[in-house]
């Protein structure tokens, strides 16, 4: 028996940034020659007729926007964040919006689409609720944990589906950024490891990708300003789930609030 295809899952709640994720999944989905499939997660069956309609607003709103598509949708009932990381297990790619704020919106505010993406099996796509590039770069964040090398590799694929540049950003260690009565007396030496890791990361994927333009950043500003500042004209974002070194915690507490929510253009957090 044949193997089910993988889906790209998109979580939607009736609200403009959702329509915005759903689109944004419609159009990856078609990249990726995924179908899509999407999930309103209720947890009031008494409005399950409402969400029923909602959900398919959204898949028609998908269908006229990339004909020939193949597209599901359903409403299921339980809690948001834990139903798409169920789901994310067996999916492609799991995209939710930033903020919810339709009829649905307790579905998908921002600790929702922050729990998915530190939870999920599978990649995640935040995606903001404002308009978002469709031209551009791929900027992706590296250092030497085995969560960045998986998002290095995700980030090359997506820059070679979009035959786009892709942009590898290494911040140095914390301990470069400790002010001081004195520079750092491994400064220097801090400087140019980062360049060759980064260096060896990027050639250790660059021959499978032969297509892909690379740029490589050293960055000497924090690990989420080099990002957001690398991402100002990028079309996509990605981070390791968790890292070590320059972005270690890129996805705890205050920091993982400055990267999701506050960059420029989705952003795809891919696990280890």
């Not at 599978?122 to 964040?141: H, I, K, L, R, Y």
Request: hydrophobic fraction near 45%.
């Amino acid at each position: 028996m044949a193997r089910a295809k993988q889906s790209v899952v998109v979580g939607v709640d009736g609200s403009e940034p959702s329509l915005r994720a759903a689109l944004w999944a419609a159009g990856e989905a078609v990249l990726l020659s995924a179908p899509l499939h999407l999930v309103l997660v209720n947890n009031d069956p008494a409005r399950e007729p409402h969400a029923k309609a909602v959900v398919h607003d959204i898949s028609s709103s998908c269908r006229q926007a990339v004909p020939g598509l193949e597209i599901t949708d359903e409403v299921s009932l339980g809690h948001p964040a834990e139903e798409l990381v169920h789901r994310s297990a067996s999916a492609l790619l799991v995209v939710v919006g930033s903020r919810g704020q339709g009829a649905f919106k307790e579905t998908l505010l921002g600790s929702t689409s922050a729990a998915v993406a530190t939870h999920a099996a599978s990649p995640v796509v935040v995606v903001p609720g404002t308009s978002t590039p469709t031209s551009g770069p791929v900027v992706v964040g590296i250092d030497s944990s085995t969560g960045s090398r998986a998002a290095l590799r995700f980030a090359f694929g997506a820059a070679a589906r979009r035959r786009s540049e892709l942009i590898a950003v290494q911040a140095l260690p914390n301990a470069y950024f400790i002010p001081g009565p004195y520079d750092h007396p491994d400064r220097d030496e801090l400087v140019e490891a980062a360049e060759q890791s980064l260096a060896d990361q990027v050639s250790a994927c660059a021959g499978d990708f032969p297509d892909v333009l690379v740029r490589r950043v050293v960055s000497n500003v924090p690990p989420v300003q080099a990002l957001r500042e690398a991402a100002d004209q990028a079309q996509l974002l990605v981070v390791g789930h968790r890292g070590v070194g320059g972005f270690t915690g890129l996805l705890v507490g205050s920091v993982a609030r400055g990267v999701l929510h506050h960059a420029p253009c989705p952003v795809a957090v891919v696990p280890g």
